[in-house]
């Protein structure tokens, strides 16, 4: 997959032009963003979102920032830059892609000699960035295909397709590249409320690459489990601690549950840009806390009654116990996740 085949996010030298997934699947509207403010509104708003996609953001928008900066003295320069990068950085505090990004954007910054060179070496590194993003995830759908067999039927959820990761996807891109290997595929993808990413996401995705999809409300999963209709559960994630214990969309922990109760193979794949070393057990990955009104009203509406107290976690934690294996653009890690993630980090 080229850059110019992904609609989530492409550089154009000193702006980027996204696809608006807020908008989907009702209307396809690109937006052309050229502040670094933009970008972070974009993503607090899931404008762009997804951890992959999230650090390759973050990277532009630290190059936008630093385009800005008129300054020419070094140390003023990187000051005001660390301002930028801070700004960033608050928008998702879950995707640890987005803080690898920036923990690389600064070192670049900081290794730069003067303030036109660092300008020019943060461009670079941030091009650098989403190409490694991209070949990550055509190894991580390779190596995972080789786990679905002709006539499964896998249950996703939430989205970790090409708008999650602006490559070939993480979960969905091995059920893509397994389709293209001539297995006959079907796919159970849970609405994922609050924010129906899997119904508005991942069934577009689906639906252009020619797979068959079935939409479920997030509560049936366990009688499709139940009946013997699901044969693998493939998601992605947003953090992995070093112990392998797994961050992803908010109903995940329960799938793994569920799974785990029904002798159903539960499959993650990331890129290792995903993997946090720094944090050893799941207990220790911030969970994003998102407004109440994405649970108490659906598009502006509302569906509970006034004054209702609501929870919104965006994410939640399953321990790596759940997990069957880990799909990275490295090889799958089975079992002993620790030792595994220390191997391939």
């Known amino acids: 997959m080229k850059k110019s085949d992904n609609p989530a996010i492409e550089w154009l030298s ?4 996204i696809l608006d997934q807020t908008r989907l699947p009702q209307a396809e509207v690109y937006l052309e963003l050229g502040d670094y403010r933009s970008i972070a509104s974009a993503l607090t708003e899931l404008k762009i979102r997804g951890a992959p996609a999230i650090g390759v953001a973050g990277a532009y928008a630290v190059v936008m920032g630093a385009l800005k900066i008129e300054s020419t003295v070094r140390a003023e320069f990187l000051e005001k830059l660390r301002a930028v990068i801070r700004t960033i950085a608050d928008t998702r505090p879950t995707a640890r892609n987005l803080f690898r990004a920036l923990d690389r954007m600064r070192q670049v910054a900081e290794a730069g000699a003067d303030v036109a060179e660092i300008k020019t070496a943060l461009a670079d590194e941030a091009v650098k960035i989403h190409d490694g993003e991209m070949a990550a995830t055509f190894e991580i759908s390779r190596h995972g295909a080789a786990l679905i067999e002709d006539g499964f039927t896998v ?13 070939y996807g993480t979960a969905i891109g091995v059920i893509m590249r397994a389709k293209e290997q001539g297995k006959k595929i079907k796919v159970l993808a849970t609405e994922t409320r609050p924010l ?3 119904a508005r996401l991942t069934t577009w995705e689906l639906k252009k690459a020619g797979i068959p999809a079935t939409l479920i409300t997030d509560s049936m999963a366990g009688y499709f489990m139940s009946k013997g209709e699901v044969d693998c559960v493939i998601v992605g994630a947003d953090r992995i601690a070093a112990n392998g214990d797994t961050a992803n969309k908010i109903g995940t922990y329960t799938l793994a549950v569920l799974a785990r109760e029904n002798d159903i193979p539960f499959y ?3 890129p290792t840009t995903t993997i946090d070393l720094s944090l050893a057990i799941g207990d220790e990955i911030p969970i994003e806390q998102r407004s109440e009104d994405e649970v108490t009203h659906i598009w502006e509406v509302r569906i509970a009654p006034e004054g209702v107290a609501a929870a919104n976690p965006a994410f939640d934690v399953t321990p ?3 997990l069957t294996a880990l799909i990275t653009e490295k090889g799958i890690i089975r079992r002993n996740y620790e030792e595994g993630i220390k191997k391939i980090m």
């Not at 000193?14 to 032009?17: A, S």
């Not at 249950?155 to 490559?167: Q, W």
């Open 14 to 17: 000193n702006r980027v032009r």
């Open 155 to 167: 249950l996703t959820h939430c989205n970790a397709g090409p708008l999650a990761t602006t490559g």
């Open 196 to 198: 129906l990413q899997g």
């Open 268 to 270: 993650v794949a990331v």
């Open 320 to 322: 790596h116990r759940y």
